[in-house]
């Protein structure tokens, strides 16, 4: 009974002394002398600290290893030519790269500094709103045209391999002279093209300005620049106008999202308008 009790700690706790904290730091504070209640108190606190300090760290944002924070701004990108400088920034989340003389031969170059810009940033969307300059340019040979369209798609599709991409028609030039009409029906044949462009590629979104520039077949002459012999720069409507459009394409859900609860829709709609028939008695 008396050897029992050697080795107990406490007879209602049960347990050995050998595995007792108070035991243990009873012997620990002997080896430290006078100074072992403070030492084991300091050593406890530094314990507390080191828990403390990695719970803050928890529960900040998310950081990576190189040590820069996760959480990245989203941001909309547009590349156009004068027209879409006329724009602006309506949107503090969208990045207006465009630049006056731009067209779809010297892209690379406009998307190397849009790329640049965004570096830091999550891209949703990236609307390319270009071809007046080229249709300018190629006039009648809508093929050199097209063929430039498809590999501003692609370098966009390259650069930013998660965001949607929209592709604006070619607007027309105001004017009722034979040139201008000439210039116009470019513009139209390579609007054919990027629609079926749009069609075809996964993550691409027909944006159709053309359309906003005409009434029962005429073009609207007060969407463009009085001041502008040209006939190719557009006035505050136009701007308002093309504002609203791309205004939509930036803050909708994507296509293919859409495409998919469209289709659900309609199945969903196909099973509850079937007529309700009473249950069949063989």
Same mark, same amino acid.
């Given at each position: 009974?008396?050897?029992? %009790?050697?080795?107990?700690?406490?007879?209602?706790?049960?347990?050995?002394?050998?595995?007792?904290?108070?035991? +243990?730091?009873? /012997?620990?504070?002997?080896?430290?002398? #006078?100074?072992?209640?403070e030492i084991i108190e300091g050593r406890q606190?530094? #314990?507390?600290d080191a828990h403390s300090d990695?719970?803050?760290?928890?529960?900040?944002d998310t950081f990576s290893e190189s040590g820069k924070n996760d959480t990245t701004d989203t941001l909309n990108v547009l590349i156009g030519a004068s027209n879409c400088t006329r724009l602006g920034e309506t949107d503090e989340n969208l990045l207006n790269a465009s630049k006056s003389g731009a067209n779809f031969e010297n892209f690379t170059q406009? !998307?190397?500094?849009?790329? /640049?810009k965004t570096d830091s940033f999550k891209v949703d969307k990236v609307a390319i709103c270009l071809g007046t300059n080229d249709i300018s340019k190629h006039k009648d040979d809508s093929d050199q045209i097209n063929l430039l369209v498809t590999k501003a798609?692609?370098?966009?599709?390259?650069? $930013?391999?998660?965001?949607?991409?929209?592709?604006?028609?070619?607007?027309p030039r105001k004017g009722n002279s034979a040139q201008i009409n000439r210039l116009n029906q470019s513009a139209t044949s390579?609007? +054919?093209?990027?629609? +079926? !462009?749009?069609?075809?590629?996964?993550?691409?979104?027909?944006?159709?300005?053309?359309?906003?520039?005409? #009434?029962?077949?005429?073009?609207?002459?007060?969407?463009?620049?009085?001041?502008?012999?040209?006939?190719?720069?557009?006035? %505050?409507?136009?701007?308002?106008?093309?504002?609203?459009? !791309?205004?939509?394409?930036?803050?909708?859900?994507?296509?293919? $999202?859409?495409? $998919? %609860?469209?289709?659900?829709t309609q199945n969903e709609r196909e099973v509850t308008e079937q007529p309700h028939l009473p249950p069949r008695i063989e």
């Amino acid at each position: 009974m008396m050897r029992k %009790t050697l080795l107990m700690c406490d007879l209602v706790n049960g347990h050995p002394r050998r595995d007792c904290e108070s035991f +243990k730091q009873d /012997q620990e504070n002997q080896g430290y002398s #006078k100074h072992g209640p403070e030492i084991i108190e300091g050593r406890q606190e530094t #314990k507390l600290d080191a828990h403390s300090d990695t719970h803050s760290v928890c529960d900040n944002d998310t950081f990576s290893e190189s040590g820069k924070n996760d959480t990245t701004d989203t941001l909309n990108v547009l590349i156009g030519a004068s027209n879409c400088t006329r724009l602006g920034e309506t949107d503090e989340n969208l990045l207006n790269a465009s630049k006056s003389g731009a067209n779809f031969e010297n892209f690379t170059q406009i !998307l190397d500094i849009a790329v /640049q810009k965004t570096d830091s940033f999550k891209v949703d969307k990236v609307a390319i709103c270009l071809g007046t300059n080229d249709i300018s340019k190629h006039k009648d040979d809508s093929d050199q045209i097209n063929l430039l369209v498809t590999k501003a798609v692609a370098q966009v599709k390259s650069a $930013y391999p998660e965001s949607h991409v929209g592709l604006c028609s070619i607007i027309p030039r105001k004017g009722n002279s034979a040139q201008i009409n000439r210039l116009n029906q470019s513009a139209t044949s390579v609007n +054919k093209f990027i629609r +079926k !462009l749009c069609a075809r590629e996964d993550n691409v979104e027909y944006v159709d300005l053309e359309k906003l520039f005409y #009434k029962n077949g005429t073009i609207i002459r007060s969407m463009f620049d009085k001041a502008d012999n040209s006939g190719v720069h557009i006035s %505050t409507e136009g701007v308002q106008s093309i504002n609203r459009k !791309l205004d939509d394409f930036f803050h909708s859900r994507n296509r293919a $999202y859409r495409k $998919y %609860t469209h289709q659900w829709t309609q199945n969903e709609r196909e099973v509850t308008e079937q007529p309700h028939l009473p249950p069949r008695i063989e």
